[in-house]
């Protein structure tokens, strides 16, 4: 091999490491890219999740309602059951001449 193919030999395989720089610096360059719009993009779905999150607290808001609801429900029948039964005892006690421990 004379002085002429080496040099020749050296520039090619210069031109390939060159090849293969660039190559490689591209594709970092596309994964930066990539990765600050995958960044960007995410910051948008958070802040999209935040106002979901603002919009449908009063959906959890109105489960807690309505566990109240019926536990209001659950008390006003057993008040309704309770006066019910009085109505009803004042009524045979009424029903029986209205004697009680004084008259007697």
């Known amino acids: 091999m004379n002085d002429a193919e080496i040099w020749a030999v050296w520039r090619v395989w210069l031109l390939v490491g060159a090849a293969v720089v660039l190559v490689a610096a591209a594709l970092l360059v596309t994964i930066w890219l990539t990765a600050r719009s995958i960044a960007a993009h995410a910051r948008r779905a958070l802040a999209a999740l935040e106002t979901i999150r603002?919009?449908?607290?009063?959906?959890?808001?109105?489960?807690?309602?309505?566990?109240?609801?019926?536990d209001l429900q659950e008390t006003v029948r057993d008040i309704e059951a309770k006066s019910t039964a009085l109505v009803e005892a004042l009524d045979r006690r009424a029903a029986a001449g209205g004697r009680g421990r004084s008259e007697a």
């Open 54 to 70: 603002e919009n449908t607290r009063a959906i959890w808001e109105l489960q807690t309602t309505n566990e109240l609801g019926r």
